[in-house]
């Protein structure tokens, strides 16, 4: 029985790997590393996510009625008008061409999403 064995090597540039290395060690430490904090102890990202969310705390229900009612409205002027610039678009035909079920369902969040 022959062992054929097969070897890929790729080229990896000075630059890629301390780009790699610094873009991991970035996410390692903003993920793993344990941070005195409050009498507590968080990730970095935690204390980012806190110190943002105490920061935008009055705006962002307003944000979420605005982010709602702009899909709604672009979604339905996509529906009826067909913009060549969404339609052409994979990313915003993905986001807002939608079936006639799919646009009420759009239509009536923005109604709950005012009430609530």
Do not use: C, H, W
Not at 63 to 77: K, M, P, Y
């Amino acid at each position: 029985m022959e062992v054929v064995k097969k070897t890929n090597k790729v080229n990896v540039s000075l630059l890629d790997l301390v780009k790699f290395i610094l873009l991991s060690s970035f996410g390692a430490i903003m993920f793993l590393l344990p941070v005195s904090y409050q009498e507590a102890f968080s990730t970095p990202l935690g204390i980012v996510i806190d110190f943002l969310s105490s920061q935008l705390k009055v705006f962002l229900p307003y944000l979420l009625i605005i982010v709602v009612s702009l899909g709604a409205v672009i979604s339905t002027i996509t529906y009826f008008f067909k913009p060549k610039k969404i339609v052409e678009n994979e990313f915003l035909k993905g986001l807002f061409v939608t079936t006639p079920l799919y646009l009420g369902s759009r239509i009536l969040s923005v109604f709950i999403t005012i009430v609530v």
